[in-house]
Structure formats: structure tokens, C-alpha cells
């Protein structure tokens, strides 16, 4: 292509001159026009939509405070938990930016939780935004990843202790479990070569991959335009010039709506780093300000709130619930055999898969149990416990959230036409998630188990069941153009 230069009067003002001189070279103004000025968005949006940006604030946060951080940090097992008393007793403000860092990574995780549910709600992983929503998982699984490096950093009592109970999970995988876990590690128990590791993938590796993930994230959203309260696309409705009839500039409309979302959000930010930054111990545990000692187990090990929601899906499948977890992918075969339209092929290969992971989840030595009767089994069913399991639902409830595009067989995006008591299905499975969470944070317990237990038939139900109950009911009618009632 080429070069073009604007020829502008020689009277021009020096800034008109030096923004010409750089969109010769970089595009600039066609860029700031593509994803800001110029580009539309439903008038109609809600507070629900201010998250995004929230998250990309806290994304800002989370990298200044950990650039200054690292200035003062020592990756070192010796030194990690002294260098972390300095920042926060003689570095000049040090105290401030730790707690920024640690308060903003809940923050982060409420925000995203929070964007999710508008997600879920309006039906935003719907057709055409499908790869949108996974790259947001994959975001998602990113965050996870960075907060679970972060964690160890401090090199406090929880943060080894943690560590040390999530990496021997690794292990119950069969085969090259114990070879994963000691890959991971870097040594046969958390050391100072698991602290460098994650110190090395917290700061730069996964950092780079949540930059790219996001920059995707939005590039892919700006392509197919956003999503609405009422799942209207604007774009099938333009004017002469080719602009939605329905929608407005993201600038200075929306972006003037977020500055106001960003202000608020900083005053309940700002009150919990100035006033409590600990949570009560939910942001940061009261064990995490105790050096980590390896001859030393705290009486009760969990992990940061924004992970128990999985940690009690783990801690939920143990030896006698594997008999009704091996009877529910039993019965999820035959409702898909006798209520799906699929050819027979299809459904006799569901129920042949079905069978064999019910057989490899241990239906014979389940049954051999309840029986008492002694039924032989080759070397490689005995590592198939309850913990391999566990840890494979843990992950399998996270990663099914990719899925949901497929998932949703409904007639509309919008929980706002969608039949009535589809949003009770929507509040079951919110507390399902926070109940879920609380018990995470708790000591086992015989009642804390059997919730658990249920809560997890209706995480996993909620996703798997989907197709039938999201199709399912009267659906009202969805406008042509979106509803909106100026305010």
C-alpha cells in the first residue's frame, strides 16, 4: 500500500500537524473511531454493563501495584516472607500498594463474577458472540491461574500450605500424576524452586497471555457488536449512513456512564483497603501473616474465596457419593437416548461412553463393596479413586462454562422474554454457588458434606440439564428494536 500524507494548510496548528504526521504511520484516530468515537453500542444499557469496564480497571490496578511490588519483592524461600514485611513496615507506602494488590485481586474476581452473570442473564455467549465468550473463559481460567501463583508469593503459612495440598491433587492423576506434581513443584515438596516457578509465570508468563486474552476479548466483541438487555441486534436495523437506529457512540455516552461506575467503584475499594483489608480473613487469611512453616499444618487448610466454590465440589466427591455420581451419568445417558432427536448411531455410542466411564469411575469395586464380594481389577482402575474424580469435576466445573453457547437451546437471549420461572432455575443455581462457597471456606463436617454433595448435583444439573429446560415453557415476544426508557 501506498504511503499517504494529509497536506494540511501550512497554518495548521501544531497538534493538527503532529496527529497527521502519526496517522501517516500508526492508525490512531482510525482506531480511536473503531472502538471508541465510532462505534455503537445499544442505547439501551444497564449497570450490569459497567463491569467490563471495571475489569479492565482493576486489570490496570492489579499490573501498576505488582510492577511496584516486584521493585521491593524477593523470590526467595529464605526471604519471600521478610522482603513482604518490609514493603509493608519501611517501604514509603508500601503498605498501601501490597494491599491494593491483594484487595484488588478479589476485586478482580468479583467484578468478573459479576460480568458473568449479565452474561448469563442476557444470554451474551449467544450466536454471534460465541468466540467472545471463550475468550472470556479463557480469561477466566487465566485469572484463576494468576491468582493461585500469587498466592504462594508471600510465602505465608497458607499460602505453603495451600500450595502444597492443591499440587498433590496433580498427583491422583493417573500415570503421570506423581511425575506432574514433581514437574510442578520442582522439588518432592514446595520449595524455593516452586516459588520461583510461579514467581516467573505470576509476573510475566500469565500476564502475557491475559494481556492477549483480553485485546482478543475486545477486538472480537467490537467486530460483532455488544450484546443487549434485550438480545436485540442493532445492526440488523441501520440508517442511510449505515448507523444502528437503536444505538449510541460508546463515546462519550458510555465511557461518561463508566467514569461514574469507576468513581463508585473506587470509594468501596478505596474503604476496604483503608479500613479492611484483611475481609475478616477472606481476603487475606490471619495464617498468611505467620512465616510458612513445613513441620507445621494449620489446623484448617482452604483456599482464597473465589476458589471455594470448586474446592467443595472436590471435597464434595468421596467414596460412597461416587455410587450416585456413577448413577447420574447413568440416567444422564438415557435421557439423552430417549429425549434428543439424534440418530440411533448417535445414541448407542452416548450410552457405550457412558458405560465405560461409569465402569472406569468404579461401578465393580463400588459394587463389589456393597456386596462384599471380591472382583479382581487391573493395576490401572486402582489409582481411579474419589480424589482423581474430584479433581477432575473441580476442573470439569469450570471448563463447562465454555459450553454454554452450545448448552442454551433457548428461543431468546434475554432472561426478559424468557418464561417466568425461568429465573427461580436462575436464583437456585446462584445459591447453589454461594452455598457452595461459604462451605468451602469451612472445616469438613458431616451436614457441610451431604450440602455439598446436593449443591453439586445442581451445579453440574443446572449445565448438563440446560437443553431441555432452557427450550422448555411460553416465551414472550421479543421486539425488533430494543426497549429503551430514558432516565
Known amino acids: 500500500m501506498a504511503f499517504h500524507e494529509k497536506q494540511l494548510p501550512a497554518d495548521a496548528p501544531i497538534a493538527d500537524k503532529a496527529l497527521n504526521w502519526v496517522d501517516a504511520r500508526f492508525p490512531l484516530t482510525s482506531t480511536w473511531k473503531a472502538h471508541l468515537s465510532e462505534y455503537y453500542a445499544p442505547k439501551n444499557f444497564n449497570f450490569w454493563y459497567a463491569f467490563g469496564s471495571l475489569a479492565l480497571l482493576v486489570l490496570v490496578i492489579q499490573i501498576v501495584t505488582g510492577i511496584f511490588l516486584v521493585m521491593h519483592y524477593k523470590p526467595d524461600a529464605a526471604l519471600a516472607f521478610a522482603s513482604v514485611e518490609y514493603i509493608m513496615r519501611d517501604v514509603p507506602w508500601g503498605w498501601l500498594v501490597r494491599y491494593l494488590h491483594s484487595t484488588g485481586a478479589s476485586a478482580f474476581f468479583i467484578v468478573v463474577y459479576l460480568h458473568m452473570v449479565r452474561g448469563l442473564l442476557y444470554g451474551s455467549y449467544r450466536k454471534p458472540r460465541e468466540l467472545v465468550w471463550l475468550f472470556g473463559v479463557g480469561i477466566f481460567l487465566c485469572l484463576m491461574g494468576e491468582a493461585f501463583m500469587g498466592y504462594l508469593l508471600p510465602w505465608g503459612q497458607m499460602s505453603y500450605w495451600g500450595a502444597q495440598v492443591i499440587v498433590n491433587l496433580f498427583g491422583a492423576i493417573p500415570f503421570i500424576g506423581p511425575d506432574l506434581s514433581l514437574w510442578i513443584r520442582g522439588d518432592y515438596v514446595v520449595s524455593d524452586a516452586t516459588l520461583n516457578r510461579f514467581f516467573s509465570f505470576h509476573v510475566i508468563a500469565i500476564p502475557l497471555v491475559l494481556i492477549g486474552l483480553v485485546v ?11 450484546n443487549n438487555p434485550d438480545g436485540v441486534e442493532i445492526k440488523e436495523k441501520l440508517d442511510a449512513k449505515g448507523v444502528p437506529l437503536d444505538g449510541v457512540p460508546f463515546h462519550p455516552y458510555y465511557s461518561v456512564h463508566d467514569v461514574m461506575a469507576v468513581a463508585i467503584f473506587l470509594i468501596v475499594f478505596s474503604a476496604v483497603v483503608f479500613f479492611g483489608p484483611e475481609m475478616g480473613g477472606y481476603f487475606l487469611e490471619y495464617n498468611n501473616f505467620v512465616p510458612a512453616d513445613s513441620l507445621k499444618t494449620p489446623p ?5 474465596w473465589y476458589f471455594t466454590p470448586y474446592y467443595s465440589i472436590l471435597r464434595a466427591i468421596t467414596s460412597d457419593f461416587m455410587v450416585w455420581l456413577i448413577a447420574g451419568v447413568l440416567a444422564y445417558a438415557g435421557l439423552i437416548y430417549f429425549k434428543t432427536n439424534l440418530s440411533r448411531i448417535v445414541k448407542l455410542a452416548v450410552i457405550g461412553i457412558a458405560s465405560v466411564i461409569a465402569f472406569v469411575m468404579g461401578i465393580c469395586p463400588v459394587l463389589a463393596g456393597l456386596l462384599h464380594i471380591n472382583v ?11 480424589k482423581f474424580f474430584g479433581v477432575v469435576l473441580m476442573g470439569a466445573s469450570v471448563i463447562i462454562l465454555a459450553g454454554l453457547p452450545w448448552l442454551d437451546h433457548s428461543k431468546v437471549k434475554s432472561i426478559r422474554y424468557r418464561p417466568s420461572w425461568h429465573k427461580y432455575i436462575y436464583i437456585l443455581f446462584a445459591i447453589t454457588f454461594v452455598v457452595l462457597g461459604y462451605l468451602g471456606v469451612q472445616p469438613p463436617s458431616a451436614i457441610g458434606g451431604y450440602v455439598s454433595k446436593v449443591c453439586t448435583f445442581i451445579y453440574f444439573g443446572f449445565f448438563l440439564l440446560m437443553p431441555w429446560w432452557s427450550a422448555a415453557g411460553t416465551f414472550k415476544p421479543v421486539p425488533d428494536r430494543v426497549v429503551y426508557h430514558p432516565h
Open 216 to 226: 482478543a476479548h475486545i477486538i472480537a466483541l467490537h467486530e460483532v457488536g455488544s
Open 300 to 304: 484448617h487448610i482452604a483456599p482464597v
Open 376 to 386: 479382581p481389577l487391573p493395576a490401572f482402575f486402582n489409582g481411579l479413586d474419589a
